[in-house]
């Protein structure tokens, strides 16, 4: 008995250096790569940082957190942010955002509001942390602009996934659920005021390739860049006018997509008066799109619902032969 009591206060005794030792060394790794950022010129400051959860974790609270890059332009800031993980398995991460945050893009800055963020990620065994899977969760979530604009949903799910045997190809799905545009924008899209505040449905399934994997050097150095993306199903349904979209491009350095994709719409002539009544397309080749579509949509046998190919090459959209506009730029800064 004196025996097994010795064993067990030992085993105690050498759990607890380890999870000191543990404790130490996530504590000074944190500040080294703060450190490491305000050397690089980035605004890198926490009010105060603990490391609790004894015997079995090391949760890591941080206070007054501050993050920016002057380099790109993204910059958050929270009045508290926590990593959570279990002593035995510390390259599993849970992630806890507080109800009130700020992000900075290169475009526009934001305050973010939500009763409950949290994510979930797993990482290689590796100094870099190679992503290898990960799950955001956001309940009740807002996203407010400068102008007072705010975009609304009830949930929003976000995960993704290495795929196996592709070293930076990554398998991403996000749904939204009653996403309710900002007022402006939907009004731009919406001048009579007939369609519903939410959407019904809004989500992708989508398989995309970069030039490297997505680790701690996505958020060091420089973004990962996509090389491939392949659309299995994006789509979204506002009120009676529903859009999917399907296909794959492979996108060059500069980020301009070469392949096809095929839109489909349910109701399209609604979709094309919408944007006719926005502004964003022109009367006369709104008037022109709608004559070819009405003959496309005829010869599938359904007058009101429309599948097309669209065709991405030379750095523009093209139906057919026709191009009808810009191709996006695929470049994440």
Known sequence: MKRLLVVVLVAAGLWAGY?????????????????????EGWVAESGDMTVNGFPNRFDTTFTDIRLADPETGWAWEAPFFQLLALSYRPNHVIAVWPRDQKLATPLQKY???SAEMQASAVVGADTDLPLERANLVADTLSITDEAGETTAMTALRLAVERVEGGEATYHLGWAAENLAPARAARLRLDTTGELPQTLSAFRADIRASFDRPWDRHAIETARPQPTQITVRLAEAHWGDLELAVAGQVDVDADGHPTGQMTVKARNWRDILQLARASGRLPGGLADQLETGLSMIAQLSGNSQTLDIPLDFRGGRVFL??????PAPVLKLR
Do not use: L
């Not at 404790?23 to 703060?34: D, N, T």
């Not at 057919?320 to 506009?325: A, H, K, N, R």
């Open 320 to 325: 057919g032969p026709v191009p009808i506009g």
């Open 19 to 39: 999870w000191w030792i543990g404790a130490s060394g996530v504590k000074s790794g944190f500040a080294a790569w703060f450190d490491a950022r305000r050397t």
């Open 111 to 113: 305050t973010v509001t």
